[in-house]
DNA sequence: GCCAACGTTGGC
DNA sequence: GCCAACGTTGGC
């Protein structure tokens, strides 16, 4: 079982509504990044955790916890002209982008800021750190430990 | 809205 | 395959 970090724009799509999707689950697509694609294609697994984090608003952090579903298949979006994530690089055959499937599990009662997790000595190797723009990452089970003792 | 820190593209 | 120019992410 793996741990990972997702990261999201409220603005465009929240835990809350991921919270209020049918069956609390959505396709998690239009990652268009190789290095969050190869994560999502070769490591994210059905039974695998996840911290959703909000970007790009006022309360940036992580908000709560989902669960892979569905592992990787290929974005149906890649090849949807009208979708802006449309690739006209990608064949059926060898699909470029990929997507899986999440369920909500729980919202946290308050976030846990990114200045909180920054000020936090043990986790200043964390990827959200370290490396500000990946969208998918891969998140240690001490990580995940020591965030879950910030709640 | 600014801008630093990346990632991607494309000419050579 | 280098690298300049350009585009995007994302905190502030």
Known sequence: MNYWLFKTEPDEYSIRDLQLAPNQTAKWDGIRNYQARNFLRDKVAEGDLVFMYHSQCKQIGIVGVAEIVRAAYPDPAQYDETSKYFDPKATFDTPRWF?????HKLT???VISLGRIKAQSELANMILVK???LSVQPVTEQEWQQIEAMI
């Open 99 to 103: 997507c899986v499937d999440i369920k």
């Open 131 to 133: 490396q500000g723009r």
């Open 108 to 110: 946290y009662p308050r």
